[in-house]
Every structure is written in C-alpha cells, then in structure tokens.
Nanobody, 119 residues
C-alpha cells in the first residue's frame, strides 16, 4: 500500500493550508489514518488521527486549528490547517493501517510534505 502526501508549502503566520494523502495499491480495507509531523531537531509527533468511521483525535497543540477528514470511497485523507504558527513548521507525514488483500495487517507511511510557516 502506497501513500502519497501533498499540499505542503510556505505560508505566513495565521494562514491556512490543506494537506492531502491518497492511498493506492491492493488492500481490503483501511482502518485508521493519521498525520504525523517532524520539525527540525525534534522527534516525530502525532498530529491527528481518524478512524474508518470518522472518529477523530488531535494533539493538544493543534486542536481547534486543524481538522482531519477522509473519504473512504476515494481512499483519501485531508488535513485542513488554519491559523498556522511558526511552530507548525515541519515535514508532515501520513500513515495508514488496515488489511491487505490477504487479510494481513499493513502499516504504511507516505514520504512527507514540507510545511513552512514564516513571515
């Protein structure tokens, strides 16, 4: 299962960006999808997660500013990021787990997309 993240870029503080993550390949189902980020010199951290039923969770640092959503029919997840801050600068990765066509569990990561928040 391959994940392709896109939508990163440079934005001023207070601005918005929308990230996308598309899953492709052979699989039976995708369970949970997540967004992580890794800032320079810091560990990768979980930003947001969404279950196949649409149940969401957010880190305290982004709750109220970021919104995660998905379209199961399109195997796509989005991250709407509003009121961006310089501390949001990082490479954002999408991650998904589920069952492949042999009903074995998979965990896949995308390559990441860079978000830079700076004036």
């Amino acid at each position: 299962v391959q994940l392709q993240a896109s939508g990163g870029g440079s934005v001023q503080p207070g601005g918005s960006l929308r990230l996308s993550c598309v899953a492709s390949g052979s699989f039976s189902r995708i369970n949970e999808m997540k967004w992580y980020r890794q800032a320079p010199g810091k560990q990768r951290e979980l930003v947001a997660a969404i279950s196949s039923l649409g149940v969401t969770n957010y880190s305290d640092s982004v709750r109220g500013r970021f919104t995660v959503s998905r379209d199961n029919a399109k195997n796509t997840m989005w991250l709407q990021m509003n009121t961006l801050k310089p501390d949001d600068t990082a490479v954002y990765y999408c991650q998904a787990n589920g069952l492949d066509t042999g009903l074995l569990r998979f965990d896949s990561w995308g390559l990441g997309t860079l978000v830079t928040v700076s004036s």
